[in-house]
């Protein structure tokens, strides 16, 4: 019996034929909390285009709303604009089985794709800028190389004013709705601040040139159609004036505590210097790594001026949620932030140092004197805290007048 999945018109010779996968909770580390989709597009012009693919095991559903287009054997060409393998994953097997006459790609989009797959597949590179006619269907091709991958680029179609942005612009949003103005503004917006901090963030200088390079082109557009997520035909500044926003990554008067707890004291500490921030002026966000995701952290970072981090000592060390979400964070590379190390032990007391190592390495300016409270803390010790907190708060001023 065939599967039930049906195209979703975009223009009259465009449909959405890609797949929605409402399970994933983990992309490689990042919390997924809404599943995604992998959107795939297909153009019906005097050829057929289909424009990226989906993750492997999504690719029946996607074959089946091609079928309700069109008889997937007459698809004529595939653009790959990322080989990533949420986009590439089912590519081998939908050439094998609708044996285009050609298949483009980036020149490191060939590379690439080969790399994975190891089968010989024939790739025809495009060049950066260039453009080509298929059947009637006028793409211009730009590279946007290191957004996020070394091969992705971003395809052109001049007829619809459709900008196919593979992961640019896009979000980890499952939804039955395709259009953005059929969602919620704050989810989106939340759901694409998580996507830009936690997978665009660490080539936010290369962002920034795109979008410039991009908006000298004056493209007509009339859709942006990313690889996840919602796609975009009304307010069509918002995206790339939000990818500006986040790629200059102005530090704002808010603060992430960021911390973990063994019997309460390093909690008791981490409360002390918020309220040391909030009376200094800050918005505060107080992360109990026993209850939050690291991929949460990273997105409460995106707009933010201060990361804050307390651990007790365990073994000799920091705990390991510190030592996992640090981790992670000093990856993304974050700008422009200032902060501090708080932390309770028992005997031997490292924590606190290996947090401000730590920071250090994460280029997080250092602010005050970093607090360490042997097992309980005393009034006076979260006076000291909360001190800590109101220098903090200071120091974030001063940079925010700087920037
Ligand atoms: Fe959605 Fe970079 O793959």
New binding site residues.
């Given amino acids: 019996m065939p599967e039930p999945f049906k195209a979703v018109k975009i223009t009259d010779r465009v449909y959405w034929v890609g797949a929605i996968d409402w399970a994933i909770r983990d992309?490689h580390g990042y919390n997924t909390s809404r599943g995604?989709t992998?959107n795939a597009y297909l153009v019906l012009a005097d050829k057929v285009i289909l424009v990226d693919t989906v993750k492997a095991p999504f690719r029946n559903e996607m074959m089946a709303r091609i079928r309700s287009v069109v008889e997937p054997g007459k698809i004529d060409c595939i653009i790959s604009n990322?080989?990533?393998?949420?986009?590439s994953g089912s590519l081998p097997e939908v050439i094998a089985e609708v044996k285009p006459e050609k298949v483009f790609a980036s020149k490191m989009g060939l590379k690439a794709l080969s790399r994975h797959f190891h089968n010989g597949l024939e790739i025809t590179p495009v060049e950066n800028a260039s453009s080509l006619e298929i059947g009637g269907a006028n793409f211009t091709f730009f590279e946007t190389r290191m957004l996020?991958?070394p091969d992705?680029m971003v395809s052109y179609l001049a007829e619809d004013g459709i900008l196919f942005s593979?992961?640019a612009f896009?979000m980890h949003l499952a939804s039955s709705e395709h259009f953005a103005d059929r969602l919620p503004m704050d989810v989106m917006q939340r759901e694409a601040a998580k996507y830009y901090a936690n997978?665009i963030l660490l080539y936010s200088q290369q962002v920034a040139k795109t979008l410039e390079k991009l908006g000298e082109l004056n493209l007509d557009l009339k859709f942006i159609a990313p690889?996840?997520g919602p796609i975009w035909r009304e307010d069509l500044g918002r995206m790339p004036d939000l990818y500006k926003k986040w790629a200059a990554q102005k530090p704002n008067m808010k603060a992430v505590v960021l911390f973990d707890t063994m019997w309460g004291s390093t909690g008791k500490m981490a409360n002390a210097i918020s309220e040391g921030l909030i009376e200094g002026g800050a918005a505060v966000k107080v992360m109990p790594l026993s209850s939050t995701h690291r991929s949460d952290v990273a997105t409460e970072l995106l707009e933010c001026g201060a990361l804050v981090v307390g651990s007790p000592t365990l073994n000799n060390g920091i705990f390991p949620t510190l030592a996992d979400c640090l981790t992670y964070i000093k990856g993304l590379k974050p700008k422009n932030l200032v902060g501090a190390a708080f932390g309770s032990y028992g005997w031997s007391g490292e924590s606190v140092k290996q947090l401000a190592a730590m920071l250090e390495e994460i280029k997080v300016e250092p602010v005050g004197e970093n607090v360490k409270v042997q097992y309980v803390p005393t009034s006076d010790d979260l006076e000291r805290c909360k001190a800590l907190g109101l220098q903090v708060a200071a120091a974030m001023k001063e940079k925010r007048e700087d920037k």
């Fill in positions: 992309f995604t992998y990322h080989s990533e393998m949420d986009h996020h991958w992705s593979q992961d896009g997978i690889d996840h």
